[in-house]
């Protein structure tokens, strides 16, 4: 099954998924994604190298024997909980940028964009 989901995560994790073009899940085999909102996981993607958060929406494969729920985590109340033992294909489709102690978001789309923004 294919979904649009968001992620937070630092800028050097988001180029690595989009080399792969996959995600890997934690040690303890689960990934976490907003179903909704970027707003919410711009709290996982800070970057202290880059100066700024990060969230990416990305089309997801969800193959068959993937395990999901839906629950709500510390700020995020529409987690979806996605647990496997093998990484899942994804493709970054948006980046969502707040520079540090600013209040507007940056929305770049595109893989070339991103990646040119994120190697600067």
Known sequence: MMRELYHGTTGDNILGIMHTR????????????????????LMHGA???RGASFAVKMRVHLPPGVT??????????????????????????????????????????GAADIQRFLQK
């Open 22 to 41: 996959s995600l890997r899940p934690g040690v303890d085999g689960t990934l976490f994604f907003s179903e909704n909102r970027f707003e919410s996981v």
């Open 47 to 49: 970057d202290r190298r």
């Open 68 to 109: 999901t729920e839906r629950i709500a985590t510390p700020g995020v109340v529409d987690t979806l909980s996605v647990r496997t033992t093998f990484p899942i294909l994804a493709d970054v489709l948006e980046l969502y940028v707040r520079q540090a102690r600013a209040s507007s978001v940056q929305v770049i789309r």
